[in-house]
């Protein structure tokens, strides 16, 4: 231990020594007369070296001015964002439907739920935007401002088809948000996300806008998303996805896996035309044209000559629809909205929900390779009838697959309608399709009622299997309410 404190103090004092050399000798200018009798005093005056800190490099700039960019964003937008905390009463244990969604808050307690998620405000007077599932079933909503005001919000309206949802707060003269125009986005672009996931209030992450017209997530029957690989969490839902101008992109609203990088928002063409026409009218009105429609896979291009694979193939128009009084079929890829060109079906969707109801549109259109055009007259969007299934199962059956197609299929007695519940058209139904077979991999199901095989009206089992025969065939068949085209084909 001597020895220790010995080197300890030897330290010490000789940096004690070290520093009393440095300041007791003055410069040499400042030494007296006699200094140039000392040779070591007489020796010229070493300069001192050059500072050796590099310049700045070209990117580490850019890389600060990026960062107080996002700085920017967040001290603009976090005064726009609110956090939002629910409660409901359930009967009995376990959430109701949409609660899944929220973070966790602890072991539920009986009889009531807690979750919340985020918010954006859009009106000074107190009406934030958020998800519909966030606010859909709470008995109580509070909200929470960045200024740390706590208040008791009531639902404006609720739009279930797009999972968004208004509600207010008495309040007045707050910050509200500006919508950017999300039609107008690049892939690409920076974007951050503000919310409040796992319950920690106003965290700011930041990434990419990953891509734009993401649809059939199964998330809202109004399928149109941007997609970031911003970080988003349960409890992001309602939050602002915003550019770096700070304004609204999106609304965030689900994830694929958690930490995997997948994000989705409701694009700010959709949430401000949702949110105006709850505030203003309580309700939402959207165009609507009546007919099912899907992609154009590579398989069904070769069906429908000069479609290239762009455009949206119609499956079914429904009797008295707007589509059917314009003279649209089945069969028919709608290429032009209003001049406007559709890539894949999903912009079927986005170009008429631009319209107002009751707004002609010129559709072009192939059929069976030839262009025609029609003149539609849009009408308001019915709330029941979106394509649901019936949530019944056919039977099983113990007929072989068809072929090596992995395909079984009963003729629909009367009888088995009346076990089915089904009172639609067409005349043969799947029962069973072996996982991993071509009937597999094209998508059909068992409960489907095929309806043509090659553009022909199938009325028997013996017309699906003269369709088949050269192991390919068209098929359009009936599933719940809507239709669809497939294409089965052996391997």
């Known amino acids: 231990m001597k020895k220790i404190e010995r080197l300890l103090g030897a330290a010490v004092i000789g940096g004690l020594g070290i520093l009393a050399v440095a300041v007791i000798h003055p ?24 500072s050796t800190t590099p310049a700045p490099s070209a990117a580490h700039v850019e890389a600060r ?21 629910v409660e409901a009463r359930v009967a009995q244990q376990g959430l109701p439907p949409g609660f899944e969604q929220f973070f966790g808050m602890g072991a539920p307690q009986p009889g009531i739920q807690r979750g919340g998620g985020s918010g954006i405000v859009v009106r000074s007077d107190g009406h934030i935007l958020t998800n519909n599932h966030v606010v859909e079933n709470a008995d109580r909503i509070d909200v929470r401002l960045h200024d740390g005001r706590t208040f008791r919000a009531q639902v404006v309206g609720r739009d279930p088809a797009s999972d968004l949802a208004v509600i207010k707060i ?12 999300s039609d107008r986005a690049e892939i690409g672009e920076w974007v951050v996300a503000i919310g409040s996931p796992f319950g920690l209030d106003y965290s700011v992450t930041s ?25 988003i969490n349960p409890g992001n839902s309602g939050g602002p996805l915003v550019d770096l101008d700070g304004n609204v992109l999106g609304i965030n609203t689900f994830i694929i896996g958690r ?21 203003e009218q309580g309700v939402v009105k959207r165009a609507w044209i009546g007919v099912s429609f899907q992609e154009i896979t590579p398989e ?73 055009a029609l003149d539609l007259l849009t009408a308001e969007r019915p709330g029941d009838l979106a394509a649901r299934s019936h949530g019944k199962t056919a039977p099983k059956s113990n007929a072989q697959p068809r072929s090596a197609l992995g395909l079984s299929v009963e003729t629909l007695t009367p009888a088995l309608r009346s076990r ?52 390919r065939a068209l098929l359009r068949v009936r599933r719940g309410e809507g239709e669809v085209f497939l294409v089965l084909q052996k391997d």
């Open 170 to 181: 008495d309040v007045k003269n707050l910050p509200a948000a500006k919508f950017a125009d």
């Open 300 to 372: 069904l291009a070769s069906y429908f000559s000069g479609s290239q694979g762009h455009g949206a193939l119609v499956s079914a128009v429904l009797p008295g629809a707007p589509a059917a009084k314009a003279g649209l079929l089945p069969g028919d890829v709608i290429t032009h909205v209003a001049g406007r060109a559709l890539n894949d079906a999903t912009d079927l969707q986005r170009e008429v929900l631009r319209v107002p109801v009751g707004s002609h549109i010129k559709l072009s259109v192939l059929r069976d390779g030839k262009a025609i």
């Open 259 to 279: 930490g995997t990088g997948i994000g989705f928002a409701i694009p700010s063409a959709i949430a401000q035309n949702v949110s105006k026409q709850i505030i």
């Open 420 to 471: 089915l519940g089904y009172g639609g058209p067409g005349d043969v139904v799947v029962s069973n399709v072996q996982p991993g077979s071509p009937a597999d991999r094209a998508g059909l199901s068992r409960g489907d009622v095929v309806l043509m095989a090659d553009r022909k009206v199938v009325r028997s089992v013996q017309d699906l299997d003269q369709a088949l025969r050269d192991g």
């Open 207 to 231: 990434g990419v806008l990953s891509a734009k017209g993401r649809g059939s997530m199964g998330a809202s029957e109004i399928g149109d998303y941007l997609q970031t690989d911003a970080s």
């Open 65 to 85: 001015a990026l960062g107080n960019a996002f700085s920017e964003v967040a001290k603009k937008s976090l005064p726009l964002v609110a956090s939002i905390r």
């Open 27 to 50: 410069p040499l200018a400042a030494q007296g007369p006699n200094a140039g009798a000392n040779p070591r005093a007489s020796a010229p005056a070493k300069t001192a070296a050059p």
